[in-house]
């Protein structure tokens, strides 16, 4: 059984409105580009046991996670409703209501699938004007049953305090970047704040920080490889995390993560803090 985390979405009453389930462990897919790589990662994650994958318009995959996904349920490996599938709305495309839905009507033709099960602005859309009827498109799309949960990604928070005026469901999960090396204590508590879960994206910081000394070093007194340690942090700092690996035994080292024990060890990864920012930033934009 893997651990699973309650999503829901704050509404103006005080009430939390649409819950679900989501599995705190996924896989990532982004700069997967080679014809065929996505789906085969896809497809070997879920025979190994893994139930979320994440992915993004903009990565230009969803048809490959489709086609992985679809193998394994023709395999007998997953069933539709034991998997959870995440995608997001592309900012430039991110400028209005409509436009909103009929990006993830065409998500989920992409994927192959009737509804996903978490949909996410890929990053505040830049015009500001756009953000309130973007995310009246996203409420709609949650409302029509496209998706089971709407929420954001980068956005810093300022921008999930501006939603507090306008939105009738607030995001049930911030997908930020999230790893021993920029641990953002003030964003998580600011996406809790508004009833948000935090999606850690890059728990490796993209692979640039997987041989680093101090990581070694605890990974060795684990007993565990040092993704596994980076990966089990971003799980036992409350975050639901989604590494990407396009290696078959990567894919299973990274969620035999879940069996690693690092309680010991938790001044050692706070020690590593270093405002480490491995992709973009949107967050800190205006
Ligand atoms: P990760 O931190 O997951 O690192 C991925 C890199 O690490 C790849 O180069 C991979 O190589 C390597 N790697 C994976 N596992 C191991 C291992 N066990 N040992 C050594 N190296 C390893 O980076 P991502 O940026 O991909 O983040 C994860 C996911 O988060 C993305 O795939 C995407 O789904 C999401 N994301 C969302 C963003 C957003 O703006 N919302 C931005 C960035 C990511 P290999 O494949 O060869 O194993």
Redesign the pocket.
């Known amino acids: 059984m893997q651990p699973t985390m309650e999503l829901g979405h704050a509404t103006q009453d005080g009430t939390t409105s649409h819950v679900s389930t989501v599995p705190q462990f996924g ?6 580009r080679e014809a065929g790589e996505c789906r085969d ?1 896809v497809l070997a994650a879920l025979r190994m046991g893994y139930i979320h994958i ?3 318009m903009a ?1 230009e995959n969803e048809h490959e996670v489709g086609e992985g996904i679809q193998m394994a349920i023709d395999e007998g490996v997953i069933a539709r409703d034991d998997l959870f599938v ?1 995608t ?1 709305l592309r900012r430039p495309h991110a400028v209005g209501f409509e436009e909103t839905q009929n990006r993830c009507r065409q998500s989920l033709e992409n994927l192959g699938l009737d509804s996903m099960d978490l949909y ?1 602005v ?2 505040p859309p830049e015009e500001p004007d756009h953000r309130k009827p973007t995310w009246e498109g996203m409420e709609a799309c949650l409302e029509d049953g496209l998706t089971g949960a709407i929420g954001v ?2 956005y810093g928070a300022h921008h999930l305090d501006k939603m507090r005026a306008h939105a009738e469901y607030m995001p049930s999960v911030n ?3 999230i ?1 021993p090396w920029l641990q953002r204590p003030g964003l998580r508590s600011a996406t809790e704040a508004v009833g948000a879960k935090v999606m ?11 041989n680093d000394e101090a990581l070694v070093e605890i990974a060795g007194e684990i007993g565990c ?4 340690a ?2 089990k942090w971003c799980l036992d700092m409350g975050c639901i ?7 078959t ?3 299973q ?2 969620l035999a993560s879940l069996e690693v024990e690092i309680s010991g060890h938790m001044e050692a990864f706070s020690c590593m803090e270093e405002d480490y920012v ?3 930033d ?1 967050t800190a934009e205006p």
Do not use: C
């Not at 490889?225 to 596994?228: D, G, K, L, S, V």
């Not at 995390?241 to 290696?247: D, E, H, Y």
């Open positions: 896989l990532g897919t982004f700069l997967m990662a994440d992915t993004a990565y995440t997001k996410l890929h990053a990604s980068n997908q930020i970047e790893h850690a994206y890059s728990p490796l910081a993209r692979g640039h920080k997987v490889t040092p993704a596994q980076a990966i995390t989604i590494p990407k690996s396009s290696n035994g990567r894919i080292e990274n491995s992709g973009w949107p």
